[in-house]
Structures are given as structure tokens and as C-alpha cells.
């Protein structure tokens, strides 16, 4: 059964820079697609960014996009989101999730970590 771990969340100033790390264990997720959701208090969980297993194809939502980048590092088993000029409405708990469906990463994800808590202060 494979495991997904993240670490790197923490309390950054608006402006500011953070960097979240996903780790997987247990299992072989290199033909994996994965990637990101958050929750906000009070809001639904919502996709955040993807890639593909193979780091070719990446995608994120539309009010991330040019802030936030996922990349992989396959040898690591590793899943990072570099996340820049950060908004307090980014605060949310951010979870890591791994499907094989890349196409369908939003909607179904097989596996999910426990989520690392962002809190962006203004």
C-alpha cells in the first residue's frame, strides 16, 4: 500500500515563498500521475496542480497559475509544489494525491497523504 507524506508547510508573510515536499513509500508510484488539492475552512477540497508521470505534462487551476509550479523528481519518488507571491487566500491545508489516470487526476486520485497546513498572514 503505498504512502504519500508531505512536509514543508509552515506561516509565510503574503509575498512570501514556500516550498511543499510529497514523498512516496510503500509502493511504486513512478507510473503515477500526481499532484495537489487544498482545503480551505468552510470550502470544499479543490485541485491545486498535477503531473504526469513522466514530469511532461503538468497542469494547475487558474488562480495558482503563474504563481505556483509542480515538478517531480522521479529517483526521489518525490512530488514538490513551489509556491510564490503567496495570498492569504492560499491558506488551506494542502494534501498530495497520486492516481494513474492523469486525465482524470481531478476527479478520482487513488492515494492521499494526511495534508501539511499552509497559513499565509497578510
Known amino acids: 500500500q503505498a504512502q504519500l507524506v508531505e512536509s514543508g508547510g509552515g506561516l509565510v508573510q503574503a509575498g512570501g515563498s514556500l516550498r511543499l515536499s510529497c514523498a512516496a513509500s510503500g509502493g511504486t508510484l513512478g507510473s503515477y500521475s500526481m499532484g495537489w488539492f487544498r482545503q480551505a475552512p468552510g470550502k470544499e477540497r479543490e485541485f491545486v496542480a498535477k503531473?504526469?508521470?513522466?514530469?511532461?505534462?503538468?497542469s494547475c487551476a487558474g488562480s495558482v497559475k503563474g504563481r505556483f509550479t509542480v515538478s517531480r523528481d522521479s529517483s526521489k519518488n518525490t512530488v514538490y509544489l513551489q509556491m510564490n507571491s503567496l495570498k492569504p487566500e492560499d491558506t488551506a491545508v494542502y494534501y498530495c494525491?497520486?492516481?494513474?489516470?492523469?486525465?482524470?487526476?481531478?476527479?478520482?486520485?487513488?492515494?492521499w497523504g494526511q495534508g501539511t497546513q499552509v497559513t499565509v498572514s497578510s
Open positions: 503531473i504526469s508521470w513522466s514530469g511532461d505534462l503538468t
Open positions: 494525491a497520486a492516481t494513474l489516470d492523469y486525465s482524470s487526476f481531478e476527479r478520482r486520485p487513488r492515494y
